[in-house]
């Protein structure tokens, strides 16, 4: 069964950089793309970007350029997210999710990975 | 980025009843809008995609109609299970999300 598995929950101080895992199984992994989007509190979802699988292309929503970078080990089934200079709004649940092609839904995501900025 | 209105933001009705969220597109999508449920503490779980097909596994009570600008997502025969936060988003032009409709089963 498809299964998107996320790394632990984590508290980091201002200006701090977080690295959030997700390990992907049941599946061809080279055959999705990955997408991470978060979830502030009270807040609604927000999408943050996207990596293709075989080529390590990225995209990434305007609001988060120059302090997320999404990347891949493809012999791990393994896609990282990267935030930095973190500040207190980026408290949230960060999500996995695939995506099978450029116009498709996300049809699984991951559990949700909670990370706090606080000093 | 393509812009996506949801209303309205929160509604309350009872077990059995039937509601409709409303979902407009900032510019046509042709029928690339996707409905999700969300819940407290879980992953987001897709209920239709392109606009009106199902997913699998997701109860029939759960329709989508719509195309261009405007779409609905239709929950009939209400259940006690069907308190969420729903979400459209469109995957025309990059990924948008509507700002949430919160439906609560007095």
């Known amino acids: 069964q498809v299964q998107l598995v996320q790394s632990g929950a984590e508290v980091k101080k201002p200006g701090a950089s977080v690295r959030v895992s997700c390990k992907a199984s049941g599946y061809s992994f080279t055959s999705y793309y990955m997408h991470w989007v978060r979830q502030a509190p009270g807040q609604g979802l927000q999408w943050m970007g996207e990596i293709n699988p075989i080529s390590g292309g990225t995209s990434y929503a305007q609001s988060l350029q120059g302090r997320v970078a999404i990347t891949r080990d493809t012999s791990a089934s393994t896609v990282y997210m990267e935030l930095t200079n973190l500040i207190s709004e980026d408290t949230a649940v960060y999500f996995c999710a695939r995506v099978h092609l450029g116009t498709s839904p996300f049809d699984y995501w991951g559990q949700g990975t909670l990370i706090t900025v606080s000093s | 980025d393509t812009r996506m209105t949801q209303s309205p933001s929160g509604l309350s009705a009872s077990v059995g009843d039937s509601v409709t969220i409303t979902c407009r597109a900032g510019?046509?999508?042709?029928?690339?809008l996707n409905w999700y449920q969300h819940k407290p503490g879980e992953a987001p779980r897709l209920l239709i995609y392109?606009?009106?097909n199902l997913q699998s596994g997701v109860p029939s009570r759960f329709s989508g109609s719509g195309s261009g600008t405007n779409f609905t997502l239709t929950i009939s025969s209400l259940q006690p299970e069907d308190s969420a936060t729903y979400y459209c988003?469109?995957?025309?032009?990059?990924?948008?999300f509507g700002q949430g409709t919160k439906l609560e089963i007095k």
């Open positions: 392109a606009a009106s």
């Open positions: 988003q469109q995957s025309f032009s990059g990924y948008t």
């Open positions: 510019h046509t999508i042709n029928k690339y």
